[in-house]
């Protein structure tokens, strides 16, 4: 089974310029939601990725918590990055 995470919206949810750590809460196409944990020194960097429990996992299923997003770090981060979500 294949899972593609999609990023379809984001917005804002917390900011501290000082720290430079920014908060964002993404819709993926699948209708999950995750909260994403960026810094900004100088460049953006993904550091954290939390699923929402708003509907199980689309990738293992489970409706609670797990790490399966972290694994996708990565490709969350570039999809954020190259299309200019943020
Ligand atoms: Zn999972």
């Known amino acids: 089974m294949s899972t593609k995470l999609v990023i379809k919206d984001i ?3 917390d900011r501290n310029e000082q720290t430079g750590l920014y908060q964002y809460i993404a819709t993926l196409s699948n209708s999950a939601k995750c ?3 960026f810094s900004k020194n ?3 960097k993904l ?3 939390n699923r929402l429990l708003n509907i199980p996992c689309p990738i293992c299923r ?3 918590y797990c790490n399966c997003m972290s ?3 990565a490709e969350l981060e570039r999809q954020v990055l190259e299309n200019n979500l943020i």
């Open 11 to 13: 917005v804002a949810s």
């Open 35 to 37: 909260r994403l944990f």
């Open 42 to 44: 100088p460049d953006w």
């Open 47 to 49: 550091i954290g990725v």
């Open 62 to 64: 489970k409706d609670y």
């Open 71 to 73: 694994n996708h770090t």
